[in-house]
């Protein structure tokens, strides 16, 4: 039996807990080195039935996690959690609102195409930031009203070129026109409305085919009347 004496008073001989013998009087186990007497119970609690009588060893109990949450718990929890949850702003990007303030304006095209610059460098600024930077919503704006502008002026200056087509045709067609009617039956007249047409000196502006039916008519419309 673990931590018993041998014989009535007598210290002479004991066992360890393992088992071993040992000398009376002696605290560890030469062999295995454990406390004389000491055993273990049931739970972990150390019980020891030597000479040296009963020690009892008893666990601590678990130490209990703080109450709430761990930010609660330490004070500090409420105030973290705000500085990386909500960002702070630092302001609105001004590349943004130049963008605005430009596809507004359109500059006859040139707001607009200096818009799609600006809103598209704002935005990106403002994504880079993470979001810290205000005006993205003032950026896109400007990057739709670019756009529109943009293609205004495109169908502006098609127009424009058109009706520059139209009237120099028009204007063309009238200077031929006259011309042939004036040359037809003159000493300088070939007797041919292709020869002479085809000879004459085009004003400065005018479509050289244009000027051309417009010489053939007056010349045949000169000499029908003649």
């Known amino acids: ?12 001989a ?3 807990p393992n088992g071993h013998p040992a000398a009376g009087g002696s605290r560890f186990c030469t062999q295995c080195g454990a406390q004389i ?5 049931t739970g972990g609690a ?3 039935g030597s000479v040296f009588g009963t020690v009892g060893y008893v666990a601590p109990p678990p130490v209990s996690p703080p109450s709430g949450s761990y930010g609660s ?16 702003s630092s302001g609105t990007n001004g590349m943004a609102i130049t963008s605005l303030i430009l596809g507004i304006l359109w500059m006859w095209g040139l707001g607009s195409i200096l818009a799609l610059v600006f809103g598209y460098v704002g935005k990106r600024q403002i994504d880079q930031s993470g979001r810290t930077q205000g005006g993205r ?3 896109m704006a400007g990057i739709v009203l670019g756009w529109i502008g943009v293609a205004g002026a495109v169908l502006l200056t098609v127009f424009i070129i058109v009706a520059a087509h139209s009237v120099s045709s028009a204007g063309s067609y009238g200077d031929g026109y006259r011309y042939g009617f004036d040359i037809q039956g003159t000493p300088n007249s070939a ?8 000879s004459a000196s085009v004003p ?5 085919i244009t000027f051309y039916d417009g010489c053939i008519a007056g010349w045949t419309s000169s000499s029908n009347a003649g």
């Open 191 to 198: 007797g041919d409305a292709t020869t002479d047409c085809s």
């Open 73 to 88: 718990g330490y004070g500090y929890g409420y105030g973290y959690g705000m500085a990386y949850g909500a960002p702070a």
């Open 1 to 12: 039996m673990s931590g018993t004496q041998m014989g009535s008073g007598d210290t002479t």
């Open 14 to 16: 004991q066992t360890c």
């Open 204 to 208: 400065f502006g005018d479509i050289s």
């Open 137 to 139: 919503g003032m950026a």
């Open 46 to 48: 150390l019980a020891t």
């Open 37 to 41: 007497g000491e055993s273990r119970g």
